[in-house]
């Protein structure tokens, strides 16, 4: 694995440790350069001669375009959605079924939120049970976000839930229960489908002091496929992008 040590000052905050890298960034970046900082920044983790796992959503995309610039280094990708899938074949790259692969290294995906402990809420762009389960294959999960995304106690984020679309209504009063209030997620006035055909429920207000054991309630209600938690399985890396730098967390 190439890392570019000489780029990095760590230091230890708490059991934390963190590790600018300087790009320079500055104040009046934009979410989006923030976002292309990160995937820069990612590309020193992945591994040379392995397949990559690759997430979902605009900072998986700028990922995606960074590793098209070094595609000769990989031997292929594992694709967390169609829309991953498509825009990998676009730079190039070969995309594999994840059936054909017993283990990948790394990785990389995008998170709604994070904590200080790596877990996080995912699900925004509607792929939360593909990237759970390409993440689960791999030996390391590093997630890549603006610095914003760092949080104290997940819940501001609405928590995706994919369901069975028959067991909607059964599966949105259970989740009300938990104390949040559960939305279909709609588009143009229809629910948004995810690639498993699965519809999308949103639960809004939830304070999720415990991610651990609320994804393991939730998991538990019959018509769920999964909830876009990702704590028994969370990140071991975090880049964030920051006015300072992009900022490493190892957990």
Do not use: W
């Amino acid at each position: 694995m190439h890392c570019a040590k000489s780029r990095r000052c760590a230091k230890t905050l708490g059991s934390v440790r963190m590790t600018n890298f300087h790009f320079l960034l500055n104040a009046t970046m934009t979410q989006d350069e923030l976002k292309q900082a990160v995937a820069r920044a990612a590309i020193d983790y992945i591994v040379d001669g392995d397949i990559i796992g690759v997430g979902t959503g605009s900072t998986a995309n700028f990922f995606i375009d960074e590793l098209g610039k070094v595609k000769h280094r990989i031997k292929a990708a594992v694709a967390s959605s169609e829309a991953t899938a498509e825009r990998l074949r676009g730079h190039g790259i070969t995309v594999v079924d994840l059936n054909a692969v017993e283990a990948m290294a790394v990785y990389i995906d995008g998170a709604d939120e994070i904590t200080a402990s790596g877990a996080m809420i995912k699900g925004g762009g509607a792929a939360l049970t593909r990237e759970k389960i390409v993440a689960s294959v791999a030996q390391k999960f590093i997630c890549i976000a603006d610095g914003s995304k760092l949080v104290q106690v997940l819940g501001q984020f609405p928590l995706p839930v994919e369901v069975i679309p028959m067991a909607r209504a059964v599966v949105a009063r259970k989740l009300a229960a938990l104390g949040g209030e559960a939305r279909l997620r709609v588009r143009d006035g229809q629910p948004v489908l995810t690639d498993n055909g699965c519809e999308i429920i949103d639960v809004h207000g939830l304070r999720i002091t415990d991610p651990r054991a609320t994804e393991s309630a939730i998991n538990g209600i019959v018509g769920v496929v999964t909830v876009g938690l990702f704590a028994g399985r969370g990140a071991d890396v975090a880049l964030l992008g920051t006015a300072d730098g992009v900022q490493t967390l190892v957990f």
